[in-house]
């Protein structure tokens, strides 16, 4: 199958930058949001992205017009009819994603759709029982900046076709020019199962008065040579991605350094989600 018409549920940080990827890839792209703000929300951060791949000179200004022109916000779930790849990159809420799998499912008619969730470490099989055909369904996990990081995790779940998971590694690597990798469906798949505890750990280490937030990231800068400390890691992800991640992780594998730290908790209560909302560990 020639995947040419694709949608992406959720335009936030992940979901944007996903439909970007796509929509650079000449593929045509509707986005589905809850309301019209969020869809504004979302092709700003499109549009922000798209001009800061001009102004470093990875795109020209008319494959920047053409990549816009490929996608179509709506807020109607009912256009994504006739899609044969819909990537789900909603908020890490199971009740939420699960919900959005049993729509789609009504709604996509093809039988050969695939229909994939960008989940950071949510159990894909769970997706795939919310669907009458979980066999098509998988995990297809980008790193953010989706449209910088090479890296696409390829995420099979007990019921996942292998001519599925086939045809999806070969649309990542020669269709989107990415580099996929296979995961099994376990908490954090491969690199969130490392990263999140890392960062757990690291804010931990702040939350412990044990050294300041700038001298943890110049550490790992400075020391392994990490584009970014974990602290600003952690900002970037978005703070309440890195919660809900270390929630689900904790609670299937009971690893301690997975353990969310409470000033984890607290920051999220308290709207402090990194990046997105302008404050996070650090103020943008
Ligand atoms: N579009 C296309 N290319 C872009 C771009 C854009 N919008 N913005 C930057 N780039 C390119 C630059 O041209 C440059 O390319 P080059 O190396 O070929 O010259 C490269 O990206 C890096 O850009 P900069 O050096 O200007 O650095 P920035 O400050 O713009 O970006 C960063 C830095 C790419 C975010 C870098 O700091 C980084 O890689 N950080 C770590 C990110 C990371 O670890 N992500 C994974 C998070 S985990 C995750 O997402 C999983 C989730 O489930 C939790």
Redesign the pocket.
């Known amino acids: 199958m020639s995947i040419q018409r694709t949608a992406v549920i959720g335009s936030g940080l ?1 979901g944007a930058g996903i439909a ?1 990827v796509l929509a650079k890839s000449g593929l045509d792209v509707i986005v589905r949001e809850i309301n019209d703000e969020a869809s504004a929300a979302g092709r700003a951060r499109i549009e922000k ?2 001009a ?2 001009v102004e ?4 020209d200004a008319q494959a920047r017009d053409e990549a816009m022109g490929r996608l179509r916000f709506t807020t109607d779930i009912g256009e994504l009819a006739d899609r044969q790849l819909v990537i789900e990159a909603a908020s890490e809420n199971e009740a939420i994603k699960k919900s959005i799998f049993a729509e789609l499912d009504t709604v996509v008619t093809d039988p050969d759709a695939i229909i994939a969730s ?4 949510m159990p894909i099989i769970r997706f795939a029982q919310s669907t009458s055909r979980p066999e098509r369904v998988l995990g297809v ?9 090479p890296l696409v995790e390829i995420v099979s779940s007990v019921l996942t076709a292998d001519s599925v998971r086939d045809s999806v590694t070969e649309f990542v690597a020669e269709v989107l020019g990415k580099n996929p990798i296979q995961a099994q469906d376990r908490p954090g798949f491969i ?2 199962a490392l ?2 505890p890392y960062l757990c750990s690291a804010i931990r280490m702040l939350e412990a008065g044990f050294a300041t937030k700038e001298d943890i990231d110049a550490g790992m800068v400075g020391g392994c040579a ?3 400390g974990p602290i600003k ?1 952690a900002d ?3 703070l309440d ?2 919660l809900y ?1 270390a929630e689900s992780i904790y609670r299937e594998t009971g690893d301690p350094a997975a353990k969310p730290p409470v000033l984890l908790s607290r920051m999220v209560d308290g709207g402090l989600l990194g990046v997105k909302s302008g404050r996070g560990f650090y103020e943008y």
């Not at 470093?56 to 795109?59: A, H, I, P, R």
């Not at 996990?141 to 990081?149: D, I, K, S």
């Open positions: 992940m970007e992205s798209l800061r791949a470093k000179g990875k795109l960008n989940t950071s470490s996990h980008f790193f953010n900046p989706a449209p910088v990081q690199v969130n990263l999140i990490h584009p970014m890691l970037m992800v978005g991605t890195c991640a």
